[in-house]
Structures are given as C-alpha cells and as structure tokens.
C-alpha cells in the first residue's frame, strides 16, 4: 500500500514524533496536518518552512519530502 508523503513519515519515526506533535512544534493545527498529509490540500510554502525547521530538513531536500511522485500503479487512470 502506498501513502503519500512516506519520506517525511520516516523522518518523524527517525525523531521520535508524531505527526500531530510534528505539527504542533511547526506551528500548524494537527486538522490541516491531516489534510495535507492525505493530499487533500497542498501544504503551503510556510508550512513546509516550518516543518523543515521542525525537522532539521535542509533546504536541498525539500523536493524529496514534499514533492514525491505517485508511483505509476496508484496513479488515477494508471
């Protein structure tokens, strides 16, 4: 099964967190966490800002935690 965002899955495991707890300490409500963590809704550029500080992810490394392709067999029409 996959899940969106399972990079950044792993790093909260790697820290010991949660994802509510990763979205409390970056300032975002656990609600809109959910929502962008099941891809409902895109997180915005200071959310992702605020998570990296959170997350010590640097800056290079955005595009692997936030902007992961959908493997081709869970894609719609796939």
Not at 10 to 23: C, G, H, I, S, Y
Not at 33 to 50: H, L, N, V, Y
């Amino acid at each position: 099964m996959y899940r969106k965002f399972h990079k950044l899955r792993v790093r909260f495991a790697e820290l010991d967190l949660t994802q509510n707890a990763a979205a409390r300490l970056a300032g975002i409500h656990p609600s809109t966490m959910t929502t962008r963590m099941t891809g409902k809704q895109p997180f915005t550029a200071w959310e992702i800002a605020s998570l990296c500080k959170v997350l010590d992810i640097p800056t290079d490394q955005i595009s692997a935690y936030f902007l992961q392709d959908v493997p081709k067999e869970y894609r719609k029409g796939a």
